[in-house]
């Protein structure tokens, strides 16, 4: 019998990429609908400044849409683009509760808004991961190491006793250098196979 030895304690996810999805045909429909070129309404969302002004909190979320529609000269694509529905892999879900029920902390961390607890909970995700970090209500965005230590300290972790796992590479930067065991996230198959072979007890394939 296969023994585990993992120092292991937690496993924080990343939200979007990895916990919710969207549809990109979704976003360009918008775009077709209002006259605007593909990509148009992201490119302006996701700039810098724009993008760590709303995700470090100095920035409402409907300030950032109001921002986003008159960049892009359409506010209600704005609108529409804030609006638009998202999904949570069933897959990753079960995931959790198995990490839950082996006795790890489950915990997600991501460069939100200020409206993310409403969104958790729209997504029936209350309840279904030990803590929630928002980068708004931090002040500090992902890879920043002060937003990971934010974390460990509220987990009453070392860095060594957590795995995270991001779909964005830049992003596992932060918690390299404070020694947690990282993963790029593409797909659930494959980061089973990672947390197994990290030492944690999970069903693979």
């Known amino acids: 019998m296969r023994k585990y030895r993992s120092m292991i304690r937690a496993v924080l996810f990343d939200l979007d990429g990895v916990v ?7 976003v360009a429909g918008i775009e077709r ?27 409402s979320r409907a300030e950032w ?10 506010a209600e694509a704005a609108v ?13 879900l079960e995931l959790v509760d198995e990490l839950r029920n082996l006795g790890f902390t489950t915990a997600i961390l991501t460069n939100g808004t200020d409206t993310i607890p409403e969104e ?24 920043d ?10 987990l009453g972790l070392d860095g060594s006793e957590v795995f995270f796992t991001d779909d964005s590479v830049s992003k596992l ?14 797909g659930v198959n494959v980061l089973r196979s990672a947390l197994n072979n990290a030492g944690i007890p999970i069903s693979v394939g």
């Not at 609908?33 to 920035?59: C, D, I, K, W």
């Open 173 to 186: 930067v932060g918690a390299d250098a404070l020694h947690m065991r990282t993963h790029e996230f593409l």
């Open 20 to 26: 919710r999805h969207f549809d990109p045909e979704y």
């Open 80 to 92: 529409e683009w804030g609006n638009q529905p998202s999904h949570v892999d069933p897959r990753v």
């Open 145 to 154: 190491t002060r937003a990971f230590e934010h974390v460990l300290h509220a």
């Open 33 to 59: 609908r209002h006259g605007l070129a593909e990509g148009a309404l992201e490119t302006f969302a996701f700039a810098q400044p724009l993008l760590s002004e709303v995700t470090t909190g100095r920035l």
């Open 120 to 143: 958790v909970r729209a997504l029936g995700l209350s309840g279904r991961f030990d803590r929630i970090f928002n980068s708004a209500e931090i002040g500090y965005i992902k890879p």
């Open 65 to 74: 849409i109001s921002h986003i529609g008159a960049g892009v000269g359409r």
